[in-house]
């Protein structure tokens, strides 16, 4: 019987596993290594080690009423895209409202975990924490890995000749906090992601001049979509995701390639993505088309070599007297804790994780990593289906099939993910497919057709209208008796 449950960090997704444990009778203690809640949303002055670290400007991509808890709406009068403090603020209600505090030791850092010598019947670990220079041991009967993947820096300096010789600045993105310091400056951008276009545009603000480097182009999106509505309300819908399924792959990808360029043609602003037809996370920015315009922001391709004062780009084209560069190249997911790093990386140094979340390889399925997954959905209501399925599945109400048949759902997921975003070690996914598959695991997938027979104006608006997060807490374990009237106002709020 599992009953006391470690959970790793208190962001978002350690907040979520908090309260599903709590929700099924289990009784969970939650080690955070700073003094606070709220992970990669609290922002700090200095990137500090171990946490992730975001700069002062953060805003969200995804709208309120798609990126809330599902039973925890947010106020009525919040803006559709936050700043990081207002989202931090929400964060720390949500702890509050459910008295999840009293459940987290601040301060103190998970050093190890490891399998109990007995682990094979009992399924048991031994987590090992630090606090005050003193370390404690204690066992558990389940762990919940909920530490994000936004932590360690991928700056891959062996992929840029000559960087040694640059008598420049040069840092990870990470590093990267407001743009004062790069007043009159040149500074190139290496990334074409989330945050190298935001740097960069913030960057332009006061910079003389930025270049944003990208390898492979990117899908640049708007978060104000048609008729000025929040993107994902329009894009993230049953209908879509159905319409998409249905469709023969040619014309899905036209369709596909067609909606990208609706507001501006990626090839005339050299953004266009190599592979076109990729699916890969497109990057949210409603700024970077008319400051490249401007001509404040200029694209390049890659660099192929860097000098002491210039850097030299694939297309032969030199650019002088650069003054800093930033990479925003990513991040690196990482367990340090895990004494047997196979547990959750265990084929070609890729983490192969049965429905993105369970080792399939353990004895006993008593371990779960939350929020290591990537779609165009948002990170809250994902972790908060993902941490209720695993805590099922600790319970043993939701069996896990052989772990051959694990194994090869992991492939045949592999194979669909190079299909569609062209890298199988993505963490992407699609959003609506994932969610209904672990809702319909523990009976929280909504029937459309039988609320078509019950409930139609329900029905409609699950099926054409934004699948919101609260359509996964109308029925099943953890049902909200808020979810209906939730979903029936949502639009209401996003015009409030």
Sequence with gaps: MVRHVAVVGAGVSGLAAIKCCLDEGLGPTCFERSEDIGGLWRYTDQAEDGRASIY???????????????????PDDHPNYMHNARLQQYICKYAKHFDLLRHIRF??????????????????????????????TAVFDAV???????????????????????KGRYFHSREYKEPEKFRGKKVLVIGLGNSGSDIAVELSTVASQVYLSSRSGSWV???????????????????????????PRALSDWLYVRGMNRFFKHENFG??????????????????????????????????????TSVLFQDGTVQDDVDAVVFATGYSYSYPFMEDDSIIKSRDNQVTLYKGIVPPQLEKPTMAVIGLVQSLGAIIPTADLQCRWAVKVFQGQCTLPPVSEM??????????????????????TDYITYMDELASAIGAKPNVLKLLLTDPQLALEVFFGPC??????????????????????QWDRTLQ
């Design 407 to 428: 194994m090869d759902d992991i492939d045949e997921k592999m194979g669909k993910k190079l299909k569609w975003y062209g890298n199988s070690t993505t963490l992407q």
């Design 56 to 74: 002062r400007t953060v805003f969200t991509n995804s709208c309120k009423e798609m990126m809330c808890y599902p039973d925890f709406p947010f």
């Design 221 to 247: 999106m708007s978060r104000v979509w048609d008729n000025g509505y929040p993107w994902d309300m329009l894009v993230i819908t049953r209908f879509r995701t159905w319409l998409g399924n249905i469709l």
């Design 107 to 136: 301060k103190t850092l998970v050093t190890k975990v490891k399998k109990h010598p007995n682990f094979s019947v009992t399924g048991q670990w031994e987590v090992v924490t630090q606090k005050d220079g003193k370390e404690e």
């Design 271 to 308: 953004l266009m993505p190599l592979n076109r037809t990729s699916r890969k996370e497109p990057v949210f920015n409603d700024d970077l088309p008319s400051r490249i315009a401007c001509g404040v922001v200029v694209m390049k391709p890659n660099v192929k070599e860097f000098r002491e």
């Design 468 to 489: 919101s997060p609260y359509q996964y807490r109308l029925v099943g374990p953890g049902k909200w008796s808020g979810a209906r009237k939730a979903i029936l106002t």
């Design 144 to 166: 919940m890995v909920c530490s994000g993947h936004h932590v360690y820096p991928n700056l891959p300096l062996a992929d840029f000749p000559g960087i040694q010789n640059f």
